[in-house]
């Protein structure tokens, strides 16, 4: 039972991008999701939770959604990209309950890291 997120890279200030979360040995679709961020020195903090009862999460500049087709895995589009948002980000997964506790969370990726630098 894995998580993997990936998609992240060098972005310029104004760009975008699309993370990707894929799961292996267990199917997303009936399971919260939680987007993740932590840049050095800081804490790790969420930027988007896509509850099992929804397909799309829309929050801001950062959007969650599932994949219709594949059942493993989930994306966070993130646009109009800041420097602040540089970080390595995470996906996490939970069953039972719409939330997104860190401490909640029962399943971890390993992150990726996203620069948004000129």
């Given at each position: 039972v894995q998580l993997q997120a990936s998609g992240g890279g060098l972005v310029q200030p104004g760009g975008s991008l699309r993370l990707s979360c894929a799961a292996s040995g267990f199917t997303l679709g009936y399971m919260t999701i939680g987007w993740w961020r932590q840049?050095?020195?800081k804490e790790r903090e969420g930027v988007s939770c896509l509850s099992y009862t929804d397909s799309e999460s829309v929050g801001g500049r950062f959007t969650a959604s599932r994949d219709n087709n594949a059942k493993n895995m989930v994306y966070?589009?993130?646009?109009?990209l800041k420097p602040d948002d540089t970080a390595v980000y995470y996906c996490s997964a939970r069953t039972g309950g719409t939330g997104c506790n860190l401490d909640d969370m029962d399943y971890w990726g390993k992150g990726t890291q996203v620069t948004v630098s000129s």
């Open positions: 840049a050095p020195g966070l589009q993130m646009d109009s």
